[in-house]
């Protein structure tokens, strides 16, 4: 049995974590603002790539979603919706990516993951935060002691979860934050369904 302090360090280390996963974004960039264009190592279904928004702008909207680790439940629950979902989000003529902190060796295994990406959506390594910061986002440097759902440290830090809207034209349509991650994903199937009429009217 560990010794009651570390068991303190660790109850408290993973409260930190479930408040930052869960808290609203009173900072992130709102809607109208200018989506800060990003190049990342990414994954999907296992296979790494570079990935750049403004190659996925130029096929529509983009879901970019900013998630705390792979391999923790709420991620996990909200990486598996959205690949459920992601056929309905290619209708509503969208792409999905994730962002996190994880390595990209991380990110490999848990992109092919039947269970939660499926290899259905990309994944992008923000080691160092730079990108979740870039949409002011709160980024919280790694905590000790806390594990994965498969028992393994996690060695990076996190950053809070909220998801942007991104519309071709590089301006943010909506956020999404404060949402547990099923309800995340599907407010963010709904805000893109309305980017549809959105862009009709102007014709």
Do not use: W
């Not at 280390?13 to 989506?35: E, I, R, S, V, Y």
């Amino acid at each position: 049995m560990p010794p009651r302090p570390a068991l303190a360090r660790t109850a408290a280390a993973c409260f930190a974590l479930l408040t930052l996963a869960a808290a609203p974004a009173h900072a992130a960039l709102k809607a109208g603002d200018a989506a800060p264009l990003f190049t990342a190592p990414a994954s999907l279904d296992g296979k790494s790539f570079e990935y750049a928004l403004a190659a996925g702008l130029k096929k529509g909207p983009v879901v970019v979603y900013f998630y705390p680790s792979a391999y923790t439940s709420g991620c996990n629950i909200q990486a598996h919706q959205f690949a459920t979902h992601i056929d309905e989000f290619a209708a509503a003529g969208a792409s999905v990516v994730g962002v996190s902190l994880d390595s990209i060796e991380r990110l490999n295994k848990f992109s092919a993951d039947p269970d939660y990406c499926a290899g259905k959506l990309a994944v992008a390594s923000d080691a160092d935060g730079r990108i979740a910061k870039s949409y002011d986002l709160r980024v919280i440097p790694r905590i000790p002691f806390v594990k994965d759902t498969r028992d393994q440290a996690i060695d990076h830090g996190f950053a809070e979860r909220t998801t942007f809207i991104v519309g071709p034209d590089g301006r943010i349509a909506a956020t999404v934050g404060g949402a547990d991650p099923a309800v995340n994903v599907q407010q963010s199937l709904e805000r893109v369904r309305q980017l549809k009429p959105a862009a009709a009217a102007k014709h």
